[in-house]
């Protein structure tokens, strides 16, 4: 694999609550349009991992984070934990959809997909209404609210609303999207719309996702790794993941004997 | 089974007895609220009219007259709080939930609730201390200040809690999208609780426009109409507190009229926060 095909890499990437270490010196490498699946049973540190790399982890009071986060940009490989390194910058190349729909309260439809740019300071109309219509059809929402975007994002169902905060992290134009459990708070029909896109997106964004469900991991991922009490107990590619794992917990682990 | 069924019978009169007397204690405690209501419109309403509500009131002795004064003298005592106090009560309740919580936040939140239970005279006492002496007089600077002051704690605890609802993770995802904190907050965040911050400062207003104490010796009174910020201004709380007190019955028609128009103001204020809530559930 040359440099130029890998979209994002950690190197000894560890994260701390107070003394508890939770993400323990993870290094990873996620290509340009992978669809990456994380797994691991509740409390193994998988969603503290992405929420480093958009530098959303240390955010929290009395959270930590230490080693090295590379992203390829335009203009060559930049380290996100680089002293003086803007965290505001990075997460406009890096978006975040999160466990539970959370459209901006208050907000319409219209208003919570162009939050990101109208508050960099995008303000023609045309603009707008343009990244507006092609994000909701990237998140395959566009045919069931077009009619109504002035109605406040929250007015829509939980699927719904869930594509539109999809939408929302689209209209930025992210190229690494980490998504956060996505569709645990959704139906399964909500939840295969969702998988649908997600298998879409990949011509556009990196993507990953951390789930738990293993089944949704196999269905939309390319490359699963799996992570146990901190760790990186193992990655590649997702069916040989899932068909041949190397390691006895994996192994554990994806035929249900614990998690 | 004659047991058993003895035993429901008997639950059943305690059941009952229990709900008429839960009844009859909550209907004691509504029945002032009744009376008042009642006996302000028995005796108010007569006086109402259109003079009551545009002329000045008039020597003792004299037949007629209004209170303009006092209710526009309310009016612009509320707006001198309001302009003061709805600002600093704001950055107060957003700096309760926002900053990161530690000494400072909490000898602020301790501070805004000592302020709540500050009794009211006292504030006046304050405003009379700070504003009264140095400026040589009663003011409805003074007064508006005194009220701000009132206002403050209110507004300030209803905004921290209406931001604290919003959870962390609607926060998270307006920094997400690449934008910096503040603007997270005062474009994506605040704009979204709208309603409740102002159902807030809707009760602090009706709250502030019944105070009397803090205007005594602050605002003072007045029965010239309004004469400029610097000098004394009537207030309906001060003016109906003063005509009750007298001894001509023209008066004391004024105050009872008054006395109805106050509580109606204020009642109508809740009415319009009680809405507002609705409306955001």
Request: proline letters at 5%; glycine letters at 8%; one cysteine or more.
């Amino acid at each position: 694999m040359t440099d130029s095909e890998i979209s994002l890499r950690t190197e000894g990437l560890s994260a701390w609550f107070g003394d508890h270490h939770v993400v323990k010196s993870i290094s990873l490498s996620v290509s340009r349009n992978d669809v990456y699946a994380l797994i691991g049973p509740s409390g193994c540190g998988k969603s503290t991992f992405i929420r480093c790399l958009n530098r959303l982890h240390e955010e929290i009071d009395g959270a930590r984070v230490q080693g090295d986060v590379w992203i390829s940009g335009d203009s060559g490989s930049e380290n996100i934990y680089a002293p003086g390194s803007d965290p505001v910058a990075i997460r406009r190349q890096v978006g975040m959809v999160f466990q539970k729909p959370n459209p901006f309260p208050g907000l319409s439809i219209f208003d919570n997909v162009v939050a990101g740019l109208r508050l960099a300071g995008v303000k023609r109309r045309s603009v707008l209404e343009e990244v507006v219509e092609t994000s909701l059809k990237h998140a395959a929402l566009w045919t069931e609210v077009k009619d109504k975007l002035k109605k406040p994002g929250t007015s829509l169902s939980g699927g719904q609303q869930q594509r539109l905060c999809i939408a929302r992290a689209l209209a930025v134009r992210p190229k690494i999207l980490l998504m956060d459990e996505p569709t645990s708070a959704l139906d399964p029909i909500s939840t295969a719309r969702i998988e649908e896109l997600v298998m879409r997106l990949r011509s556009e964004v990196t993507v990953l996702i951390v789930t738990h469900n293993m089944q949704q991991a196999a269905r939309i991922s390319n490359q699963t790794a799996f992570f146990l009490m901190g760790e990186l107990v193992e990655s590649g590619p997702t069916s040989r993941i899932f068909t041949k794992p190397k390691d006895t917990r994996t192994e554990q682990y994806i035929t249900g004997r614990f998690g | 089974m004659k047991e058993l069924s003895l035993r429901d019978g008997r639950r059943k009169v305690l059941n009952w007895s229990a709900i008429t007397v839960l009844c009859v204690l909550s209907f004691l405690a509504i029945t002032p609220l009744f009376f008042i209501f009642s006996y302000l419109a028995v005796r108010g309403a007569g006086g109402l009219s259109l003079a009551f509500f545009t002329e000045l009131p008039k020597p003792v002795g004299e037949i007629g007259g209004g209170m303009a004064n006092a209710i526009g003298g309310s009016l612009i005592l509320l707006s001198i709080a309001s302009s003061f106090g709805i600002p600093i009560g704001l950055a107060c309740g957003v700096a309760l939930s926002e900053l990161k919580v530690g000494v400072t936040v909490r000898a602020l939140r301790l501070s805004v609730d000592l302020l709540t239970s500050v009794p009211s005279i006292v504030i006046g006492l304050f405003a009379y201390a700070v504003v009264v002496v140095p400026m040589r007089g009663y003011s409805a600077w003074a007064g508006g200040f005194a009220l701000s002051i009132v206002m403050i704690p209110i507004v300030a605890r209803s905004t921290e809690e209406i931001l604290r609802l919003v959870p962390s993770h609607v926060y998270e995802a307006g920094l997400a999208l690449g934008l910096p904190r503040w603007k997270v907050l005062l474009r994506l965040i605040i704009p979204g609780v709208r309603a409740g911050v102002t159902t807030g400062i809707l009760l602090a207003s009706a709250r502030v426009s019944g105070e009397t104490a803090p205007l005594l010796f602050t605002a003072f009174s007045n029965s010239f109409g309004f004469r400029g910020l610097n000098q004394p201004i009537a207030s309906l709380p001060v003016q109906i507190f003063t005509y009750a007190t007298s001894h001509d019955d023209t008066w004391r028609q004024l105050a009872w009229t008054g006395a109805l128009v106050l509580v109606f103001v204020v009642f109508l204020l809740n009415l319009v926060t009680r809405f507002l809530i609705r409306r955001r559930e």
